[in-house]
């Protein structure tokens, strides 16, 4: 393999792909990137098994071939590199790289590209085409409601089903289900599956404006970009069926700021961080009174103009699970409907156009 690249696009390529690369790994090829030559590109790739992600980078050929190279010595080199062509040419016997940038001569000790894992090959063809600025978006309203616990690996991941023509995306942690949707024109195709929050969370990190190819297989799913590429393996299981407690019905409503709320809520965050992690929401006659306190450092009460019908309710929420909520809006404002303070709340954008909907379960008021 003799290749010349940029250092910038060997720098943001490898900035892609060692995500992917586990911290710590029993496999010692896992804890390398695999280089190698493709139809006239350099292909970097990294995986921890369970997730991989391929980057393609322009590239000047003149030999092909491919090799593992230590995903963070080869990063760190990289990162000092001036802004010149970094020439690589690989040691076959000895498996190592020659690596020469301006006055930089280095040579790095990799494995054997064999040794290199398999990754999915998607079937493009028959893959269902999005839009990646859309699919970003519903990612990023859904998948931080999956649940860190390993203890219940489904809770872990996001169902994503196609359907109807339509693409659904839901996710829980047992407290805070959210869930949102998008059209698909002219696509009949059917596909119900867990995908890892983590997995998800990469695809919206690295989608762009431009069209994204998803493509189930068996076991796994592959998103496919121009130039980028992350497959993820499945989780095995049955998700729950979290539509069954969103509320069918709400006595209360209010629809306010989203910005006003976020930092009423933030500032009330400073306060239950010390105390029981809760937000005290009054809302009624007007406004939602927002209220955060604890033992330690006092309270804080912030009041936010609302539109609200219904009798005056006060309800408690975990004061991060409705930041981040709110977080997620991408509306001007948000409807809040609640019916009593222990049944659960829910938080929807005030857009016609949108799915979105969040709903969390109330904390417990001390003395209520």
Request: net charge negative; aromatic share 4%; hydrophobic share 45%.
């Amino acid at each position: 393999m003799k290749v010349s690249v940029t250092q910038q696009a060997l720098a943001y390529g490898l900035s892609l792909v060692i995500r992917a690369v586990p911290p710590k790994s029993t496999l010692p090829v896992l804890g390398n990137i695999l280089l190698s030559t493709d139809n006239g590109r350099l292909k970097l790739c990294a995986t921890d098994l369970s997730m991989g992600v391929t980057a393609w980078i322009g590239a000047k050929i003149e030999g092909e071939g491919a090799v593992t190279l230590p995903a963070r010595t080869l990063t760190d080199l990289v990162s000092t590199l001036p802004a010149d062509m970094v020439n690589m040419s690989l040691n076959e016997r000895m498996q190592s790289i020659d690596l020469v940038c301006g006055k930089s001569k280095t040579s790095i000790k990799g494995i054997d590209a064999h040794e290199f894992p398999p990754m999915p090959f998607p079937d493009l063809e028959s893959g269902i085409i999005v839009n990646g600025k859309a699919l970003a978006e519903m990612i990023a309203q859904v998948a931080f409601s999956a649940s860190d616990d390993t203890a219940r690996p489904v809770l872990t991941g996001v169902q994503v089903v196609l359907e109807n023509g339509k693409l659904t995306m839901a996710a829980a942690d047992g407290f805070r289900p959210g869930f949102n949707s998008m059209v698909i024109p002219d696509n009949t195709a059917k596909a119900n599956m867990i995908v890892p929050a983590s997995a998800l969370k990469e695809v919206a990190r690295i989608a762009g404006d431009e069209a994204v190819t998803l493509c189930p297989g068996n076991g796994s799913v592959v998103f496919h970009l121009a130039s980028d590429e992350i497959a993820s393996q499945l989780i095995e299981g049955n998700y729950p069926d979290i539509f069954q407690i969103v509320p069918k019905a709400h006595k209360n409503r209010a629809i306010v700021g989203v910005a006003a709320l976020a930092k009423a809520v933030r500032q009330a965050e400073i306060f239950a961080r010390q105390g029981a992690g809760i937000a005290k929401l009054k809302i009624g006659a007007g406004k939602v009174e927002v209220t955060g306190e604890s033992d330690e450092t006092g309270q804080n009460v912030a009041d936010v103009e609302a539109d609200t019908t219904g009798d005056e309710i006060e309800i408690a929420f975990n004061v991060r699970f409705l930041r981040e909520a709110l977080d997620a809006m991408r509306a001007a404002q948000v409807i809040i409907e609640t019916s009593t303070p222990v049944t659960p709340g829910v938080f929807k954008p005030q857009d016609d156009d949108s799915s979105f909907r969040h709903v969390i379960m109330p904390m417990h008021l001390s003395g209520g």
